[in-house]
């Protein structure tokens, strides 16, 4: 049973240019959680998502940021126009039902050149 | 919102030695979580805990959550070389539709000397 799978690993963006990360939950998962980590500081809440639905994007910048979880394929950030305080990791985490134990994926570290 | 304060922020240890760290919050957390996050890597889950006073051990690792709710602590002994990590305590409330946002404390770096 795979774990949660991000991808990339690394991504390059120049500035002004769109990243795309891409998440697949754990086998089983419906609930996917995106988080945010910047360098030397702990993971910070950005949006959860269900199939098909946004329930709570509180800790999301209002601007360039958008999450989506499709019926099929991987729940995606995608992040418009990035600026260079966009550079952190961002790791996904999915559970099988609200409220039950996350797990993680590796995370995606976005630089932004 | 919620803030965590998580102490020391490193430590340098030889092996063998225990090591204690703990989180502190002015807020109730329902759930308290210790991870561990090796680098490049996503936080891995150590011990979860559920009910305030509550003392969990997972093999060299135990956790308690403490009884005022604000608070926990992880103590790990005779450290070992693969221990080296960042240690991260994260808590979660159960209230208001909100019990799946993790807060997450900033972490204590942990250098194990051999």
């Known amino acids: 049973n795979a774990g949660v799978m991000q991808n990339p690993r690394h991504l390059v963006r120049r500035r002004g240019q769109e990243a795309r990360l891409r998440c697949s939950p754990m086998?089983?998962?419906?609930?996917v959680y995106w988080y945010r980590q910047l360098p030397e500081e702990g993971l910070k809440f950005m949006v959860y998502?269900?199939?098909?639905?946004?329930?709570?994007e509180s800790g999301m910048p209002k601007e360039r940021f958008s999450a989506e979880f499709p019926k099929e394929g991987p729940s995606i950030l995608r992040i418009q126009q990035v600026v260079r305080g966009d550079s952190a990791a961002y790791f996904c985490?999915?559970?099988?039902?609200?409220?039950?134990?996350?797990?993680f994926g590796q995370g995606t570290r976005l630089t932004v050149v | 919102g919620q803030q965590l304060n998580q102490s020391p922020q490193s430590m340098f240890i030889q092996e063998g030695e225990d090591v204690s760290m703990n989180c502190t919050s002015s807020s109730i957390f329902n759930t308290w979580l210790w991870y561990k996050q090796d680098p490049g890597e996503g936080p891995v889950l150590l011990i979860a805990?559920?009910?305030?006073?509550e003392l969990t051990s997972n093999g060299r690792l135990t956790a308690q959550f403490g009884i005022t709710r604000k608070d926990s602590f992880l103590n790990i002994s005779a450290s070992i070389p693969s221990d080296v990590g960042i240690y991260f305590c994260?808590?979660?409330?159960?209230?208001?539709?909100?019990?799946?946002?993790?807060?997450f404390g900033k972490g204590t770096l942990l250098t194990v000397n051999p």
């Open positions: 805990l559920y009910k305030a006073g």
């Open positions: 994260a808590g979660q409330i159960n209230s208001g539709g909100s019990n799946y946002k993790l807060t």
């Open positions: 998502l269900q199939k098909e639905n946004i329930i709570d």
């Open positions: 985490a999915s559970s099988p039902g609200v409220g039950t134990e996350a797990f």
């Open positions: 086998k089983g998962h419906s609930h």
